[in-house]
């Protein structure tokens, strides 16, 4: 399961969903998607978005854990 730690970046970077919303150009609902570990995808273009406005690298955003049968 890839899980998606965008709470832990926008805490570290003091940057509130919308502000980071509006940044990156999608919306609120989408970002809380992301946010929430609810996405099946993310495009390419939106994550190198995020990584531009919260200054980090897409394994900062990214994390694989197993799922466990």
Do not use: W
């Amino acid at each position: 399961m890839i899980l998606v730690n965008l709470d832990v970046m926008m805490a570290r970077r003091k940057i509130s969903a919308g502000e980071l919303a509006e940044r990156v150009g999608i919306t609120p609902a989408n970002l809380s998607i992301l946010k929430n570990n609810k996405a099946k995808a993310i495009r390419f273009s939106t994550l190198e978005a995020l990584c531009d406005a919260l200054n980090c690298q897409p394994g900062d955003l990214l994390q694989y854990e197993p799922e466990h049968s």
